[in-house]
């Protein structure tokens, strides 16, 4: 792909252990579920090194193979009702939690050289539907959300790249999903959240989208998505999507250039020991 391009473009993979696990067995391991990791931890700290751990032994499989982002952490908070289409897929129930081990899978990643990509912000754990197969409405008030579902990611602002969540959210725009909202991005995801890394849209082939490719497209950059993805290999879709992105330029550009040189070369690491440790954890709640 890259001797086709002329350049060494990002790859991007969702690869995050459990149900969400794109190079699997036989040829790479099968990771845990994030849940896992709070259960198999004694204490916090514990369980924030196994996040860890995971995530950089996920990048070192990784960058054998070419990839240099991973769609990892999910900082989403699940709640009691939500659809499972997150469930273990977060790290806690608690947003706290979340926050701080999400963390700590990030920067396994980075140590191992891969940028990692924090969704679906601002948050798709309190959804009571598939945004694969439609749209997720949340009616939750804005304290309520501010205080669970946007903690996580407002305490992980920092991160390089984000995923945009296909969620309605009421209480800050009725009209139209995360995705495609100006009032979402603006007001909560660029403002009271304060990411200004590289915001990047869920896959735009997603049931919980509506219109042309195209106009998805369109109307992603238009509301303040600085890039979109189109993910299911469909030409016939990908090409009015290609034709609705423009060249990245200014904010866009700078926050693209900006996530790729954040990780610089990778941080030594004994992946013999790191999988003893890993999988003498793992074992102990399995």
Known sequence: VRAALGREAPILVDQEGGRVQRLGPPHWRAYPAAARFEAAGANAAQAERLAWLGARLIAHDLRAVGFDVDCLPVLDTPSADSHGVIGHRAYSRDPARV?????????GLMAGGVIPVMKHIPGHGRARADSHFELPVVEAGRAELERVDFAPFKANADLPMAMSAHVVYTAIDPAAPGTLSKTVIGDIIRGHIGFDGLLITDDLSMKALTGSFRERAERAIGAGCDMVL????????????????????????????????????????????????????MRAVA
């Open 99 to 107: 926050a701080a081990i999400g963390r700590a899978a990030a920067q």
């Open 230 to 281: 189109h993910c299911n290999g469909d030409l016939a879709e990908a090409r009015p999507v290609a034709e609705g992105a423009p060249a990245l330029a200014g904010k866009a550009l700078a926050r693209a250039e900006k996530a790729l040189e954040c990780v610089g070369g990778v941080e030594a690491f004994d992946v013999a020991e790191a999988t003893r440790e890993f999988d003498a954890a």
